[in-house]
């Protein structure tokens, strides 16, 4: 074999090997969505999202009380968690060039990588030792801290693709700063900010670990914000790893569901960012 | 565009067109010529609104500090009671009160170092075929697919993988028991739990992670770098091989350590698939034991005051970890990020 001949060969190898991992990626995702669409959808039934849990052996029991839990916790965490990262975000955009910036940027990129569970553990030191008894709010309080991180720097992300010109058309008509960013600069690229929001939304909707010591689990409707509360993926958790059939069934049944909303909501967030473009007014 | 003409009647041309300032007359625009009080209004304005953001911002290192003080804090009695020998012993009974986290270690780092070895070459091959081979038309909606499975809930993976990994791994791993079984890795019992069968799923989850920062590192390679080699005469494969790489290194580095973290840090998959056995086995299919996994199954029955001390140590174990890998692997990215930038230059 010619050393031309060889070189050739040996490029058509790696890259019969590389495009031979690419399918091996995508064939896991076709399978895990076909496989789960496939147990999923017969035991989904419309008692799913309106009964409560019903005992073992018995037919006919949902997960309404983890679905109306699990959009509680959401709602909390998104008062604690969207606030902060968003107004974070903001100050890193346009004030954090400097040294304070890179700090608090490494620190997010750090807090974004410690453990769910770690932020779980540490939620129950912290509010549910001190109130005695697990809560919707503790709940919220761990997402909302794992919300924190990726609020924070999708906002600066999306708020730096704002042209500079605009920034400097308003500061020439002589608005101050604030008004500039308020008025001006949030408003064009809200768009790119709310999807970031709603992304990070999407990803902590899928926590289990963080609520295990935190939300808890309840077999019935949690009334209030200071009651356990069922989830969606605690629901998975404990009814995967329980002996019966008929939790596994509907165990799968609650994993169509969840990962349906949260590809759903994956899905219309990079939809819009793809047709509209992140910033107002530019394609 | 810009036209450059001859300099016609010896007028100087200026380069850019300027819109003409005569400097004797000051620019005043309604909200420049301000009174005092309402400049002094404005700058309070200003000042609070900064102050205000950079309190938010600043509550990142509030929480941060927050999580590790009171991991300290909370798990100090069983630092002095244990000391150092909390890392390195393995005996864990919560009857007697002895605590060694060794197991938890090692079944925590053997499990992402499994599930390295399946996802780097994996992950890095099909960044490759993403960035290099595939036109955009295609490679573009394949990365959307591949980020898409980053959104998959880890209790997701968990599920398949308890019913559908697991009896696999049960089967091939009795079938091949004869061929293989002479090896101390695969001797013993097949239960389809496992070191194993938790190092693939965890494999499954990060090898998304790995493809796309491995892409976007790729990407972020000049393009002259390529045109240079290919000139030279090179093929595609030793382009890549002998210069995109390279070039990429540190940054694919920083995306194994990324995936590192999140492979450590996972709890539900693994919980679901490891088999919850605090034992050290040298065979790849004897259950183990992480420690996310303990956390995740003791943490809510840990009754004694010192028990629940040893597992928020072992909460802070991981946390050390996890901050020290992460704050490598980003660091390590940053550094390609600026490399790049010079470079394009």
Known sequence: MTLARRRRLVERVMFALSVGCMATALSVLFFLLGYITYQGISSLSLSFFTNLPAPVGEAGGGMANALLGSLKLLIAAACLGIPVGFLGGVYLAEYGGGKLGFLVRYAADVLNGVPSIVIGITVYALVVRPIGHFSTLAGGVALGLMIIPVALRSTEEFLRLVPASLREAAIALGAPRWVVIVRVVIPAGMRGIATGLVLALARVAGETAPLLFTAFNNRYWSEGWTQPTASLPVMIFTYAIAPYQDWHDQAWAAGLVLLALVLGANLIARFVLRRGGPIQGRA | ?345
Not at chain 2, 253 to 271: I, K
């Open chain 2, 1 to 345: 565009m810009e036209v450059v003409r001859a300099p016609r009647l010896r007028i100087p041309v200026p380069s850019r067109v300027v819109a003409p300032v005569p400097s004797s007359t000051p620019v005043r625009g309604a909200g420049v010529a301000v009174s005092s009080a309402a400049r002094l209004r404005r700058r309070i304005g200003d000042f609070g609104f900064r102050a205000t953001a950079l309190g938010f911002a600043l509550s990142v290192f509030v929480i941060t500090g927050l999580i590790a003080l009171s991991l300290v804090r909370t798990s100090w009695r069983s630092v002095v009671t244990f000391g150092w020998s909390f890392l390195w012993t393995s005996t864990w009974d919560p009857v007697f009160e002895h605590f060694g986290a060794l197991p938890f270690i090692y079944g925590t780092l053997m499990s992402s170092a499994i599930a390295l070895l399946f996802a780097v070459p994996i992950g890095v091959g099909a960044a490759i075929c993403l960035a290099e081979l595939l036109p955009q038309r295609l490679a573009d909606p394949l990365t959307f697919l591949v980020e898409l499975l980053v959104a998959v809930p880890s209790v997701i993976y968990g599920l398949v993988g308890v019913f559908v990994l697991v009896p696999v791994v049960r089967t091939l791993g009795n079938a091949a028991q004869p061929l293989i079984g002479f090896l101390p890795i695969f001797r013993g019992p097949v239960y389809g739990v496992g070191l194993l069968t938790a190092g693939i799923v965890l494999a499954v989850m990060i090898v998304p992670f790995v493809i796309s920062i491995s892409r976007e590192v790729l990407l972020a390679v000049p393009q002259t770098q390529r045109d240079a080699a290919l000139a030279l005469g090179a093929t595609r494969w030793e382009t890549i091989q002998g210069v995109v790489l390279p070039f990429a290194r540190s940054g694919i580095f920083g995306a194994v350590f990324l995936a590192l973290a999140r492979a450590l840090g996972e709890t539900m998959a693994v919980t679901m698939v490891i088999g919850n056995r605090p034992e050290i086995a040298a065979s790849l299919f004897a259950p183990a034991y992480t420690m996310p996994a303990v956390l995740a199954n003791e943490f809510a029955e840990a009754t004694s005051d010192v028990y629940l001390a040893a597992l928020m140590e072992i909460g802070l174990v991981l946390f050390c970890i996890t901050v020290i890998i992460n704050g490598v692997a980003r660091l390590l990215v940053m550094n390609v990020q600026r490399n790049t930038a010079g470079a394009a230059e």
